[in-house]
């Protein structure tokens, strides 16, 4: 399947659960929001950055997960009540916070060896948190595993992240031309509480992705 394929058919997905996915990520991204806005107003444009990794790694991993569960259970036909999907995501938190952590790190770092290692870590560490938890693998296993999954697939899944990504990255740019700093806290919390919802669709088309790609035996796991 070629990316925009994969693309419609996650759109499809978005807007037809987006009531369901509302209701479960919703609250928590506007926390996160929340937190990261009362961290910056205390520490400042100055302040250590560190700070606002540790919001994220807060709360973050529970509404990822959640979302990751839901499209699992959406995709065999389940409904599952909201209150279980956060119940089981803050079961998994210790692990996805720490693989978060892992992910982060490395992307930070490869970003700044001139960009391109940044974005290779980027799309080759990108199945890491479904084989997290769809398949209960320890933090440093799934990204292994994610990297040999990525393999002779690596165009195919930047173009889909890139097709996301650089349209928020375009639009919340607007977002702070139109209303530059110092801003209205209120909307500053609506600016990055509606940019960090969109986010999740690259969760949706990521999910498809693996889906698809995970069911492709590899090559090198084929009998001689």
């Not at 806005?37 to 250590?48: A, K, M, T, Y």
């Not at 806290?185 to 790609?213: C, E, G, K």
Request: net charge neutral.
């Amino acid at each position: 399947m070629n990316p925009f394929d994969v693309l419609r058919d996650s759109l499809y997905f978005f807007k037809r659960n987006l009531g369901q996915i509302v209701q479960l990520c919703l609250p928590l991204v506007i926390l996160e929001a929340f937190l990261q806005q009362l961290v910056d107003n205390n520490v400042g444009p100055d302040g250590f950055p560190g700070y606002s990794v540790v919001v994220g790694l807060l709360v973050y991993p529970l509404y990822t997960a959640a979302l990751i569960l839901f499209l699992d259970a959406r995709s065999r036909g389940e409904s599952p009540r909201i209150r279980d999907l956060l119940a089981m995501s803050a079961t998994l938190w210790p692990r996805f916070a720490l693989l978060t952590a892992l992910n982060t790190l490395l992307i930070l770092i490869g970003l700044s060896l001139y960009f391109l290692p940044g974005l290779w870590l980027m799309v080759t560490l990108a199945f890491a948190e479904y084989l997290l938890v769809l398949r209960g693998m320890a933090p440093l296993a799934a990204m292994k595993e994610s990297l040999r999954l990525t393999r002779g697939h690596f165009l195919r899944i930047l173009v889909c992240i890139l097709c996301v990504m650089a349209p928020l990255w375009l639009l919340k740019g607007a977002s702070y031309a139109v209303y530059p700093e110092p801003q209205n806290p209120a909307i500053a919390l609506l600016i990055d509480s509606a940019h960090s919802f969109l986010q999740l669709f690259t969760s949706v088309v990521l999910f498809r992705l693996f889906m698809l790609i995970g069911e492709v035996p590899d090559k090198n796991d084929r009998p001689a």
